[in-house]
């Protein structure tokens, strides 16, 4: 388990949150499925739950809010140190801004948009919180990618907007790029199959941390949720596709021999 109080660099996806119609309901699913603490804030934070593990925090819970229709999912959010500077640039690349910038009292300022492809990711610049800060442990952020109807236009917009790097895992049966800040691998970047129904849309997944991937989805059908996939291995780890008990779909991935264990790992 390793915990971190710094700021994410640019680009890093540094936070997840899910907005639910059935904020308690959800609270119960993940609490149960990863051990979360969720503490829940008061009327001024719009009743936002804050997932911990050890303390610190790991991913948000919230309510969606009386009156909006929006689809239950959980967002991915990009580390940035400007997010003014950010949304002007989304706006000149081709995306489309969801959500205004907008202050979160002294936690930090965050505005939600889509890319090219009508893939949904949030932008957040740290004030008091700066994100996730627990990684290397079942129950915590472990990969975001966003899988494309556009790959082309959404390579060259994350480029353009973020100035992601590039390592190309491509090849003729699928299409995908590690994206890359400062050299480093933080998420990933693919085309959606077309053996993919014509419903599913540009999309970023969110991956969280398990210690056994069969166990969690055995885990996740007790709970009322839904396996959706059954689990394989790769050379990242052994991962599924589930939704949870009210049909939002995540990934969780638990370290294999081919993986190995990321440094600090503790279950």
């Not at 609490?31 to 934070?45: N, P, Y």
């Not at 969780?252 to 264990?261: D, L, T």
Request: with cysteine; hydrophobic share 40%.
């Amino acid at each position: 388990m390793v915990f971190r109080d710094e700021r994410w660099p640019d680009g890093t996806p540094s936070w997840v949150d899910l907005m639910v119609p059935d904020q308690a309901k959800a609270v119960a699913f993940y609490s149960g499925l990863f051990g979360w603490d969720v503490r829940t804030g008061g009327e001024e934070t719009g009743f936002y739950g804050m997932a911990e593990l050890r303390g610190r925090p790991v991913a948000g819970i919230g309510q969606t809010p009386p009156g909006q229709e929006m689809p239950a999912l959980w967002t991915t959010y990009l580390s940035v140190s400007d997010v003014d500077k950010t949304v002007a640039a989304i706006t000149e690349a081709g995306g489309q801004v969801l959500m205004p910038v907008m202050d979160v009292m002294k936690e930090g300022r965050m505005a939600v948009a889509a890319d090219p492809a009508g893939a949904v990711f949030g932008r957040g610049e740290a004030g008091n919180h700066i994100g996730t800060q627990v990684t290397a442990a079942p129950g915590t952020l472990a990969w975001n990618e966003c899988m494309s109807r556009d790959y082309p236009a959404a390579k060259a917009f994350y480029e353009q907007v973020f100035g992601f790097g590039f390592e190309d895992l491509s090849n003729d049966d699928f299409t995908y790029a590690v994206l890359l800040v400062d050299g480093r691998p933080v998420g990933g970047l693919g085309a959606l199959p077309a053996s993919v129904p014509a419903a599913v849309p540009s999309n970023w997944s969110t991956y969280f941390s398990v210690a056994d991937a069969d166990a969690s989805a055995a885990k996740v059908a007790e709970l009322g949720g839904q396996v959706l996939d059954q689990p394989f291995d790769s050379p990242y780890g052994r991962q599924v596709r589930v939704q949870d008990d009210q049909g939002v779909p995540f990934l969780v991935i638990a370290p294999n021999e081919q993986s190995g264990k990321p440094e600090g790992w503790e279950e």
